[in-house]
């Protein structure tokens, strides 16, 4: 019998049992990505539901970014049914013949009359709700808005609802800061005050291995692909 050194046999059998693991294991990739910067993100303007279109320099971080996925497999890409998630996604993709679906569930918080205002516009024209605005409070929300715990509910849905359609497929979801958040916490199991645990920059990208029952964070609000100029701070 050769005489193997064991170093090798230590390779052989790791791959072994991640070649059995990933037969037995169904076992996905989830990439989370918020979307490019944006005239508002630039201004420090509450944006929402409101449908505001990618900035020149949002324009070119999706393209960074399509740079570093161009590597990568993708099997099925998701974003919110707004510009600016479903451009960064299109771009991001390079013209990829991969299916992009657009979705109202990933939309960001609905900000109500807060939309479009700056923070210091809000204690200027809401005195007595700014306070409130900026307290940790899962149950408040603005006038016409939603709250963290329904946006919570919201995004464990349609988490949940990706997951189990892509069991052990490659999925990129496009989406919002504030909202990714909440996906944060659904997926890694957490407590709902962990939504403000989180902090997401344009163009980052996060990654998971998803699993039937759970999902393991492997990368967080990663932006090595942006460079200089493109790099954007945590705007909302």
């Known amino acids: 019998m050769p005489n193997i050194p064991q170093p090798l046999i230590n390779d052989i059998r790791c791959t072994f049992k991640c070649f059995v693991f990933r037969i037995f294991t169904r076992m996905g990739t989830l990439m989370i990505v918020r979307h490019g910067e944006t005239e508002w993100n630039a201004e420090g303007r509450i944006q929402g539901h ?38 960064t996604a299109r771009l991001a993709l390079g013209g990829r013949d991969i299916v992009l679906n657009e979705t109202a569930m990933l939309r960001e918080y609905h900000k ?18 700014y306070p409130k605005y900026l307290e940790k409070d899962l149950d408040y929300a603005p006038n016409g808005g939603e709250s963290t715990r329904d946006v919570t509910a919201r995004m464990a849905t349609i988490m949940n609802e990706i997951k189990s359609k892509h069991l052990d497929e490659t999925v990129l979801v496009v989406s919002h800061g504030g909202v990714l958040r909440a996906a944060m ?8 005050e962990g939504n403000w645990s989180f902090l997401f920059g344009n163009c980052s990208l996060t990654m998971f291995d998803t699993h039937p029952d759970n999902a393991v964070l492997r990368v967080f609000n990663d932006t090595s692909h942006l460079q200089g100029a493109v790099r954007h701070g945590m705007l909302e």
């Open 50 to 87: 409101t449908d505001i279109g990618l900035s020149e320099k949002g324009a070119e971080q999706a393209r960074s970014l399509g740079t570093r996925l161009a590597g990568m497999n993708i099997d099925v890409a998701y974003s919110s049914d707004l510009k600016r998630t479903s451009e």
């Open 112 to 129: 109500g009359e807060f939309e479009g205002l700056t923070l210091a516009e809000i204690k200027s024209q809401f005195p007595d709700e």
């Open 185 to 192: 916490v659904s997926l890694l199991g957490m407590p709902l």
